[in-house]
């Protein structure tokens, strides 16, 4: 079969490989899509999550499908099922460094028994679709470490993927005045569409005055701060969580769910003076069966979210589809 293998840094190619093998407690899983996660661009520019090892790495993690084959040992499973998978449960480290990756048609996912490995996929939910339930369980955690919910003020700085989950997960919460932050009109106009109350392009003046003119202000020692309770930095840009503590409100809160290149320098006494809350948001928390339940009764409206399905054999220009902020959202690579 063929699979997305990265090979060294800045290597990355489609190559013919063997069929996955089914040990007694895993199953194998037929892909019906993979999506192309900021992290798999980390991964090729660097050769593997921690650099070149000498073998390849198969690449791919935000998968769903259905269950192909089942080994004798598992009990939970049946083959025919439509599933989700965590890519970084149990012994997988699907697509992160670990021996599989599903940008592949099929996978093998092992401790398949073992809770949170998997997860059911209701009929209503199409199998591609499926495939977002990862990205938004990251994006749902980084919600819930927040503390969103009605009444709460807030912001998402950067609509890619996981910004624009961010936005999908405060509607959820019931949030109703969510601001987002991004340079790119395309997905400004996607953050619109999945629920963005309003959207900025540059975080200069005109965009500390937009969140003074909806959120209200708050004095500060004379100071009149920005009444926004809640910054989400989906950005990866260390100038804009920086920027946050110097002009949010006290008791603020500024979650961090992006990976950085460069080191923030945080004005620490105005954290401590402002009591403000900084907290990272890492992988998915319990927020998995969220987001799947989402999918099941949000429907056809975060269709915006995913703007682009291509076959596994034109790999290369998928990768060139989800770098283009101006053009893609979430990008599914489906086998062919």
Not at 108 to 124: E, I, N, Q, S
Not at 129 to 146: C, D, K, N, Y
Not at 149 to 178: E, F, M, Q, W
Not at 202 to 210: A, I, K, L, Y
């Amino acid at each position: 079969m063929k699979q997305v293998q990265v090979f060294h840094c800045d290597d990355v190619r489609v190559v013919e490989t063997g069929e996955p093998e089914c040990g007694p407690a895993d199953v194998i899983v037929e892909v019906a899509a993979c999506g192309i996660c900021g992290s798999d661009f980390g991964y090729i520019h660097m050769g593997g999550p921690a650099g070149p090892t000498g073998r390849p790495m198969p690449l791919g993690h935000e998968f769903a499908g259905r269950i192909l084959r089942a080994g004798e040992g598992v009990r939970t499973w049946r083959v025919g099922q439509a599933v989700a998978v965590n890519p970084l449960s149990a012994a997988n480290l699907i697509g992160n460094g670990g021996p599989e990756g599903a940008f592949a048609p099929r996978v093998r996912v092992r401790a398949a028994d073992v809770p949170g490995t998997m997860f059911a996929l209701p009929a209503t939910v199409p199998l591609e679709r499926g495939a977002v339930a990862e990205p938004l369980a990251v994006a749902f955690h980084a919600v819930s470490l927040g503390l969103a919910g009605p009444g709460t003020r807030a912001v998402v700085l950067g609509a890619g993927p996981i910004g624009l989950g961010c936005v999908i997960g405060l509607k959820r919460a019931g949030v109703s005045d969510t601001v987002v932050l991004d340079r790119s009109g395309h997905r400004r106009e996607i953050a619109h569409q999945l629920g963005a109350a309003a959207t900025f392009a540059e975080m200069n003046e005109s965009f500390w005055q937009g969140l003074a003119e909806r959120h209200g202000t708050v004095p500060f020692y004379g100071m009149p701060l920005v009444g926004t309770d809640l910054f989400i930095d989906c950005s990866g840009a260390a100038p804009l969580p920086e920027a946050v503590v110097q002009r949010a409100a006290p008791a603020a809160r500024l979650v961090l769910v992006a990976v950085y290149k460069q080191s923030a320098a945080f004005d620490l006494t105005l954290v401590m003076a402002k009591e403000l809350e900084i907290r990272g948001a890492f992988s998915y928390g319990d927020s998995f069966p969220d987001a799947i339940d989402c999918l099941a009764t949000t429907g056809d409206a975060i269709e915006p979210y995913v703007s682009h399905r291509v076959s596994l054999s034109r790999f290369d220009a998928a990768l060139a589809l989800a770098r283009d902020p101006e053009v893609a959202a979430k990008v599914l690579v489906v086998p062919n």
